[in-house]
T-cell receptor
Framework: AQSVTQLGSHVSVSEGALVLLRCNYS??????LFWYVQYPNQGLQLLLK??????LVKGINGFEAEFKKSETSFHLTKPSAHMSDAAEYFC????????????FGQGTILTVHP | EAQVTQNPRYLITVTGKKLTVTCSQN?????MSWYRQDPGLGLRQIYY???????DKGDVPEGYKVSRKEKRNFPLILESPSPNQTSLYFC??????????????FGPGTRLTVL
């Protein structure tokens, strides 16, 4: 069975600072990995996904994530935070089956200070 | 517009009063799923459906029922709601399962309070 751990339930950064949200996974099969963002009172929206094509994945809104198999990590970064990035972020892993489900981490709330 | 819709968005009910939360998608997706979101626990899968008339339990199915009679609809039924089912519920759909790297599209959520 797969699992996901997001280190830090709350992360606070200043506008313009680097954003780093950590995600570690465990999976018995080569994983598909996803980052979703949830803005207040909205559903989840896909930021980016890893499907083994490239280890550095670029997503929407300037976010990117690097898949590191040796560290079983898929950390999300953005070079310069914007106020509009304030949201909750979820890392998720697929179980790899054809009709697989997603297992989510517990979420990280990102706060951006002016 | 491609979307997943849920109704109602907000619901306050009392213990034991049967309720249904509807979910519909217009993308001709085969795979649909229900999740509940609780603080500090992320999203946990309740039930999923691989296609019409094909459903299976997720991680937290107790107290819930689903049906998939049409491809576009996947209602969630709480036959006897209890306070521990107070939560934020999301419906999601994807072309097939996420095991092929398919993106899941999420509805806007239903906030349920059971008194």
């Amino acid at each position: 069975a797969q699992s996901v751990t997001q280190l830090g339930s709350h992360v606070s950064v200043s506008e313009g600072a680097l954003v780093l949200l950590r995600c570690n996974y465990s999976s018995s099969v080569p994983p598909y990995l996803f980052w979703y963002v949830q803005y207040p009172n909205q559903g989840l929206q896909l930021l980016l996904k890893y499907t083994s094509a490239a280890t550095l994945v670029k997503g929407i809104n300037g976010f990117e994530a690097e898949f590191k198999k040796s560290e079983t990590s898929f950390h999300l970064t953005k070079p310069s935070a914007h106020m509009s990035d304030a949201a909750e972020y979820f890392c998720a892993v697929s179980d790899g089956t054809s009709y697989g489900k997603l297992t989510f981490g517990q979420g990280t709330i990102l706060t951006v200070h002016p | 517009e491609a979307q997943v819709t849920q109704n109602p968005r907000y619901l306050i009910t009392v213990t034991g009063k049967k309720l249904t939360v509807t979910c519909s998608q217009n993308m001709n997706h085969e795979y649909m799923s229900w999740y509940r979101q609780d603080p500090g626990l992320g999203l946990r899968q309740i039930y999923y459906s691989m296609n019409v008339e094909v459903t299976d339990k997720g991680d937290v199915p107790e107290g819930y029922k689903v049906s998939r009679k049409e491809k576009r609809n996947f209602p969630l039924i709480l036959e006897s709601p209890s306070p521990n089912q107070t939560s934020l519920y999301f419906c999601a759909s994807s072309l097939r399962g996420t095991g092929e790297g398919n993106e899941q599209f999420f509805g806007p959520g239903t906030r349920l309070t059971v008194l």
